[in-house]
């Protein structure tokens, strides 16, 4: 009961939102809002945010980027990187080491133990994005992934 309760009150609340529905920005926004908090769901069980698992994956495929690169990867600014770096390091997850050219800057190493948990955490997300895509076809992933890179750069550029 408790469910077709929480299923009609959605579907009231979806026909409230009628006057944004056409908005693709509104559409991308809700869809994001799905997806991050079944993606944080996920992350939790590994003691992980989307900010760390974003930061943990590249620092795991780009062992020795600097935290200049990471942070122009994530799109996030550098003093707000720092935090996150403490937090990666303080968990044992990386190591900064200094950049021989230059020991101002710092180069990020995954450990052993960053590299196990970020090959579980991304096998937890491969099975939530199978699950929450499989509305849609193979081919519609692929298409949908085509278009938001298509309109991240268009708009980057």
Known sequence: MAETEAAATHDNAAGIDSPLTHYLGYAMKRALSIVQADLSRVLAGFGLRAV??????????????????????????????????????GRGLIVRAPVAQDR????????????????????????????LFSCLTAQEQEDLRHMLTKFRQAVSA
């Not at 780009?62 to 600014?77: H, K, S, V, Y």
């Not at 180069?107 to 491969?126: N, Q, R, Y």
């Open 52 to 89: 760390s698992f974003s930061a943990l994956s590249i620092i795991v495929a780009r062992p020795g980027l600097t935290q200049t690169q990471l942070a122009d990867a994530l799109q996030i600014e550098r003093s707000n990187l720092v935090t996150l770096i403490d937090e990666l390091a």
């Open 104 to 131: 101002r800057r710092h180069a990020l190493m995954p450990t052993a133990s960053g590299k196990k948990l970020a090959a579980e955490a991304k096998e937890g997300v491969t099975a939530h994005e199978r699950a």
